[in-house]
């Protein structure tokens, strides 16, 4: 059975740091592309972050460039997101994924001061 089990997240102040975590099973990981995406109340889901199989390729949102950082552990089947700067623009329901796969619960990232 796939899961993701995405945690890290919580109450930030602007301009603060979180690291979000994913722990993924029931699939081949290393074989695959992972995600972070995002939900704010009231909008899509968007993309925020990718990483290839084997971590040699990152792609970002414009809206995240230079202040977020994709990241994967293959030994542990493991994604992370390390974000810093954070605005209150990025609060949103975090989740990582597979293509293909179900969704998981996501984990909350609230910045407010």
């Known amino acids: 059975q796939v899961q993701f089990v995405e945690s890290g997240g919580g109450l930030v102040q602007p301009g603060g740091s979180l690291r979000l975590s994913c722990a993924a099973s029931?699939?081949?990981?290393?074989?695959?592309?992972m995600s972070w995406y995002r939900q704010a109340p009231g909008k899509e889901r968007e993309l925020v972050a990718a990483?290839?199989?084997?971590?040699?390729?990152?792609n970002y949102a414009d809206s995240v460039k230079g202040r977020f950082t994709i990241s994967r552990d293959n030994t542990k089947n493991m994604v992370y997101l390390q974000m810093n700067s954070l605005k209150p623009a990025d609060t949103a329901v975090y989740y990582c994924?597979?293509?293909?796969?179900?969704w998981g619960q996501g984990t909350q990232v609230t910045v407010s001061s």
């Open positions: 994924r597979a293509p293909g796969f179900i």
């Open positions: 029931g699939f081949t990981f290393s074989s695959y592309t």
């Open positions: 990483i290839t199989s084997t971590g040699g390729v990152t």
